[in-house]
């Protein structure tokens, strides 16, 4: 796991009265570059799904929306202006408090910082077009970000906090709190037009910081969060062996960052929104590779099996699998075992079968709808499958202290975009240790 993210750690605070456990939760989320051309040049055009953002200059670079490895805003002479979107869905929809973190790029001149404004767009500055350049909803999977903006055809703001730069670090990363605007676009969704950061002094006075196209992920652009999440929550950890990284191949909403095919996968859409594709490919903490043979899937959280499929050529693409229900609402289910769901001693798992976590359900495989050796793992609260993105608990499951939307898959680009190798390179570490069993 990338160095920021294994220094940023999961923070629990509980607080107890006569009536019950409450259960508040810190989290981190950084979302990866998603890129928006392939190796070899064409667009890709599920770009952006993560979050877009870049710098507008009003003269300077065609007056367009410039989306590199920095942000900056000031100017000499003329004016930078910066705008950034993230995409919540899968998020709490209900937190307590939200920060933004932006990592300070060196200036490298002789400028000065300037104070700024940060405000919120009165209309929307992208445009969701699908693969054909078509316009539609950025509600809508099957469209993705883009936009167009230039100088002249930039929204109107509106000012909500002004920040006065005497009081913010130079060299380390600058914290904004922006819960009332977060609630906000979470409660109502067509509101997030995202933010603007709008310069008070243009005469050599620059502010910059690290994209999330920066290379290094310690730097990028992430979201602090903190909620109240349910207590009765199981404490779920990665289906697959302990003390290894695993490689992420499709992400919560279906997305994956490769670039192999324009469509979103809709095993990972609706119903299934909380479903991750995690492959054979899996490096210990030794640096030594996992065997990519009879590798064990193992159960996320204790639970009782309440779903069997020994068929691997049934219909519906699912393959062999088993769900397993974990009391209080939640379930999971594991797809494409190559045979039937059994424990590591080979006994088929059947109905009302008790398993721990850490036992194993399955071995991974490829059966039904599968492009390679994978484990699919959805997640559902309230009944079988009831894993759309609005359900708050869905929302609020951490997983190996990760929310189940910072699974995200990364690819390596260059700072405009495009991709420099058609490989994946996002892994998860896992602490879920066979039991054996």
Not at 188 to 199: A, K, R
Not at 377 to 404: A, C, D, H, V
Request: glycine share 10%.
């Amino acid at each position: 796991m990338r160095r920021l993210l294994v220094s940023l750690a999961l923070l629990f605070i509980v607080a107890i009265d006569s009536q019950a456990i409450a259960t508040t939760v810190m989290v981190y989320y950084q979302p990866t570059p998603f890129p928006s051309k392939r190796t070899n040049g064409t667009n890709l055009y599920s770009a952006n799904r993560h979050v877009l953002m870049g710098w507008l200059p009003s003269n300077f670079y065609g007056m367009t929306f410039q989306k590199d490895d920095k942000l900056q805003i000031g100017g000499w002479g003329d004016i930078y202006r910066a705008y950034m979107l993230f995409d919540l869905e899968g998020l709490p929809s209900s937190v307590t408090q939200a920060r933004l973190q932006l990592f300070a790029y060196p200036r490298g001149d002789n400028s000065t910082l300037t104070n700024f404004n940060m405000s919120l767009p009165t209309a929307k500055w992208w445009y969701a077009k699908d693969k054909n350049g078509n316009v539609g909803t950025d509600q809508d999977a099957n469209y993705s970000w883009d936009t167009s903006l230039t100088w002249s055809t930039q929204p109107g703001r509106t000012p909500i906090t002004g920040w006065n730069v005497a009081s913010l670090p130079t060299n380390h990363f600058w914290v904004f709190d922006i819960t009332s605007m977060y609630s906000n676009w979470r409660s109502n969704p067509s509101s997030n037009m995202g933010v603007v950061l709008d310069p008070w002094y243009n005469n050599n006075n620059f502010d910059l910081w690290y994209s999330t196209r920066y290379s290094n992920d310690g730097y990028r652009p992430l979201l602090q969060l903190t909620f109240n999440q349910d207590p009765n929550m199981p404490n779920f950890k990665l289906p697959l062996p302990g003390g290894v990284r695993w490689l992420l191949t499709n992400e919560i909403g279906g997305y994956e960052s490769k670039g192999g095919s324009d469509s979103i996968d809709q095993f990972h859409q609706g119903q299934s929104y909380f479903s991750l594709d995690i492959n054979s490919s899996g490096i210990k903490d030794d640096g030594t590779i996992y065997p990519s043979s009879n590798i064990p899937v193992l159960a996320a959280a204790a639970g009782n099996v309440v779903q069997i499929n020994r068929d691997p050529n049934s219909s519906g693409g699912t393959g062999c699998y088993v769900t397993i229900d974990h009391g209080s609402g939640y379930y999971t289910r594991y797809l494409h075992f190559d045979t039937a769901p059994a424990r590591a001693n080979g006994t088929l798992l059947n109905n009302g079968d008790h398993v721990n976590q850490g036992d194993q359900v399955g071995l991974m495989g490829n059966s039904g709808i599968s492009f390679g050796k994978h484990v699919h793992i959805n997640f559902w609260y309230g009944g079988f499958l009831n894993g759309y993105s609005t359900i708050p608990q869905l929302q609020n499951i951490t997983m190996e202290g990760f929310l189940l939307k910072s699974y995200q898959t990364e690819t390596p680009m260059d700072a405009n975009g495009q991709i420099t190798s058609s490989e994946w390179i996002r892994r998860y570490h896992s602490t879920n240790y066979p039991t054996g069993l």
